[in-house]
């Protein structure tokens, strides 16, 4: 069964790779993750109480990426790349 919209999609806005996804077991929420991997010191600037940190794990090329969720238990030395929420630096467009 296919799943649309799922992986691998373009901001409409300003076209920057991005990737939804439903995260979360007890509270299933959206997140629109950039893809674009962050270093320790960006994740750091980028850090606020209302904006998430993402580890985005993908298995293989070949398999989707999956968010998980990076709380206090989370490694330090994680391998995986780490993005955060997109969010769109391009003015919103009246199309509507
Ligand atoms: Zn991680
Ligand atoms: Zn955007």
Redesign the pocket.
Known sequence: MARPGSNDTRCPRCRAPILRQLVGTVAALTVTADLTPLTPSEQATVREPNRLI????QASPYTPARL?W?GPG??AG?????VTEHRCTTEPTTLF
């Open positions: 993402w580890c985005l794990r998980a990076t989370h490694p994680c391998p995986h790349p780490h």
